[in-house]
């Protein structure tokens, strides 16, 4: 039982490009997030998906774009990174909506764009 | 959320308990306190919560006041392995929420 996986562990993006930071879970979890981590700071909610075919936007979503694929993925797309988007990237998941407080996180993407 | 508070840093001596403060005097009646940990460059971690009884898991105990403003994080027996920042997280008590991290309180154990 792995918990919540995330690949890749570390990238680099030169400005402009692209790319998808994948998410899995194997815990049977309805819902799942997306957040952002800048050093010295809180972690930011970017998406998230309550429940399978649905998604919805967090607190700071603007240059991102996810998709809940199935049950156990949830990916975010960066279409054009920015230096601004340099952040470590932690994926959670909870059980279901009415669980969303305890949320179980995988160990995080740290991207860095050039 | 409801607003917390939580001192900035704390340290403490390894094998001695380790007790984290929070306030939330703005917290609602049904309204749950929660804590969470995050150890260096890994996803935070779930700890504990409760809503007014005082709560013990594996891991820590929670002793929440009567008036519900304020609430302690204990760990009773600290390692190295602790050291981390806590995270003291109020959410709305209102259908699905999203968490509200916070800065935390950064504890440092020290041998």
């Known amino acids: 039982n792995a918990g919540v996986t995330q690949t890749p562990k570390f990238q680099v993006l030169k400005t402009g490009q692209s790319m998808t930071l994948q998410c899995a879970q194997d815990?049977?979890?309805?819902?799942m997030y997306w957040y952002r981590q800048d050093p010295g700071m809180g972690l930011r909610l970017i998406y998230y998906?309550?429940?399978?075919?649905?998604?919805d936007k967090g607190e700071v979503p603007n240059g991102y774009n996810v998709s809940r694929l199935n049950k156990r993925e949830f990916s975010l797309r960066l279409e054009s990174a920015a230096p601004s988007q340099t952040s470590v990237y932690f994926c959670a998941s909870s059980e279901n909506p009415q669980s969303s407080r305890t949320q179980y996180f995988g160990p995080g993407t740290r991207l860095l764009v050039l | 959320d409801a607003k917390t508070t939580q001192p900035t840093s704390m340290d403490c001596a390894e094998g001695r308990a380790a007790n984290l403060p929070c306030n939330h005097s703005?917290?609602?009646?049904?309204?749950?306190v929660y804590w969470y940990r995050q150890i260096h460059s890994q996803g935070p971690q779930y700890i504990i919560h409760g809503l007014k009884n005082n709560e013990t898991n594996e891991m820590a105990s929670l002793i929440i006041t009567e008036d519900r403003k304020s609430s302690t994080l204990i760990l009773p027996h600290a390692t190295l392995r602790d050291t981390a920042v806590y995270y003291c997280?109020?959410?709305?008590?209102?259908?699905?929420?999203?968490?509200?991290f916070g800065t935390g309180t950064r504890l440092l154990v020290s041998p």
């Open positions: 998906s309550a429940s399978e075919g649905t998604t």
């Open positions: 703005t917290i609602s009646g049904n309204e749950y």
């Open positions: 815990m049977n979890h309805n819902s």
């Open positions: 997280i109020v959410p709305m008590n209102t259908g699905f929420q999203k968490l509200v």
